[in-house]
């Protein structure tokens, strides 16, 4: 079956837009993670959720920053008023159960944000 | 506050050579280590987690409580080896992974 995916797949930005994430997780998958990986570095934390109810975003840099998963599937990072810094690679991720570190989480490819 | 560390951004070695790429955490608990690996082109990918102590495509990871590290080994790299490598850890029984900062891997034929 499919895997993670994720649209778009680049964006440019110019700053001070707002830009919109989505992420498709596996079917069926319970949770749902987002991360940012800036140029040169690994992946950070940036929120979890499970099925629909976001459980932790303490990893999200500033109140710029919102994710949502209203039906417990699809989910959306929204960045408002983006910033240069916010150039990065976010990266979804989903495992069929609990997230709890045991259960292999799949990624998908990406959204490259590049902010003019 | 955990924190993985990648002493080695680029790494290059001859095919039939061994490989190991370094990686060494802090966490004041008990932690769970995994290596994950990123093709050209492709997502990223789990490629072995400490607790299961399998080798996967002849990649060997041993954790060590006492040096704080998980260093991933092969004893005879392939060309398709060629990868970004990157370590990660997690609280046990906890979902928050914490990345290093990656190792780029070349075989060269």
Known sequence: GAGVSQSPRYKVAKRGQDVALRCDPISGHVSLFWYQQALGQGPEFLTYFQNEAQLDKSGLPSDRFFAERPEGSVSTLKIQRTQQEDSAVYLCASTPRTGASYNEQFFGPGTRLTVL | ?109
């Open chain 2, 1 to 109: 506050a955990q924190r993985v560390t990648q002493p080695e951004k680029l790494l290059s070695v001859f095919k039939g050579a061994p490989v190991e790429l370094k990686c060494n955490y802090s966490y004041s608990g008990s932690p769970e280590l995994f290596w994950y690996v990123q093709y050209s082109r492709q997502r990223l990918q789990l490629l072995l987690r400490h607790i299961s102590r399998e080798s996967i495509k002849g990649f060997t990871a041993d954790l060590n409580k006492g040096e704080t590290s998980f260093h991933l080994k092969k004893p005879f790299a392939q060309e398709e080896d060629s990868a970004m490598y990157y370590c990660a850890l997690a609280p046990s029984n906890d979902y928050k992974l914490s990345f290093g900062a990656g190792t780029t891997v070349t075989v060269r034929a």
